[in-house]
């Protein structure tokens, strides 16, 4: 397993200066911290299995393509819960005796953690392929609000 050290110092550090002053000029971050504080620490695991593609598209579209030639489409599970989307695939029974296996069926989970405007809007098997479509719809920019001060 290939481990990442966060050096000292660097803006990837827990102690960096970064993360002490964001409080400071940001308020609502703590969510997002926490994801980019997950994502450092999930970056060091070596989970290529199964292999897919990220495309971009036009109009805050986004295909999610996962290599699954070969394993039972009824077995492919596609959940969102919350902002993490999980694509998994449940082990199979094989009790055929092979002389050569060059291809694995193991069972995998892969998981994403979907942005505040994301959402999964459809996924289809073609040609071995699970594709997964996406869409960002950021909305507009919200008018100034005045907020009143209340005496107590």
Known sequence: MVRH??????????????????????????????GVGTALLNSSRSDTHPPYNVVKGENGHTTVEVAVAGYDPERIRVVVSGKTLTVSCAAETDTRE???????????????????????????????????ELVTETPGTPEPQEIPVVRS
């Open 5 to 34: 050290v966060l050096a000292v110092g660097t803006p990837f550090s827990p102690s960096h200066r970064l993360w002490t002053e964001l409080p400071k000029w940001g308020l609502g971050w703590d969510e997002w911290m926490e």
């Open 98 to 132: 092979y002389t050569v296996r060059g291809m694995t069926r193991r069972p995998w989970v892969k998981h994403w953690t979907l942005g505040e405007w994301t959402r999964v809007v459809g996924a289809r098997l073609r040609n071995g392929v699970l594709e997964l």
